[in-house]
């Protein structure tokens, strides 16, 4: 069955934006740099499932962008699933489009793939490795 894994949300200032989740008594992981994303995040566990504060590491960050475009806010919305490989085949043969066509590794070596917005109701889709 699927999971809410995470939700993303795109901040200027990780510093800045954690702020009201610690006034909260919430937790809030260790910063964490993805390279390869040009990132910096933390996490805030809530229950089974987590907000994922992200900070542009560069101007030329998705993160960068889409703020510059947006503003700060909801970024994408992740979820776990128990075949990953299994979606992401089923996805392409429906035509459904990706971000990327590759199934990419993350830091903590997760799993992941990117579904457009175009293809989900105006809403990045992330999809995980249970
Ligand atoms: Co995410």
């Known amino acids: 069955m699927a999971q809410i894994d995470h939700i993303g949300i795109a901040v200027k200032s990780l510093a800045a934006a954690k702020a009201i989740y610690v006034k909260l008594g919430l937790s809030v992981s260790p910063e964490e ?3 390869q994303e040009q990132v910096r995040l933390v996490m ?11 900070e542009a590491t560069s101007e030329n960050s998705t993160i960068a962008k889409f703020i510059a475009k947006r503003g700060e806010g909801l970024h994408h919305v992740c979820l776990r699933v ?11 043969k429906d035509g459904v489009r990706l ?13 992941y793939v990117f579904v457009h917005p175009a293809s989900a109701g105006g809403v990045l889709l992330e999809l995980v490795q249970a």
Not at 44 to 54: A, I
Not at 82 to 92: I, Q, S
């Open 33 to 35: 740099t993805v390279e």
């Open 44 to 54: 805030v566990p809530l229950g089974e499932s987590r907000l994922e504060l992200l």
């Open 82 to 92: 128990p075949d990953l490989r299994g979606a992401v085949e089923c996805l392409k």
């Open 99 to 111: 971000v990327s066509e590759e199934i990419r590794t993350g830091a903590g070596g997760h799993k």
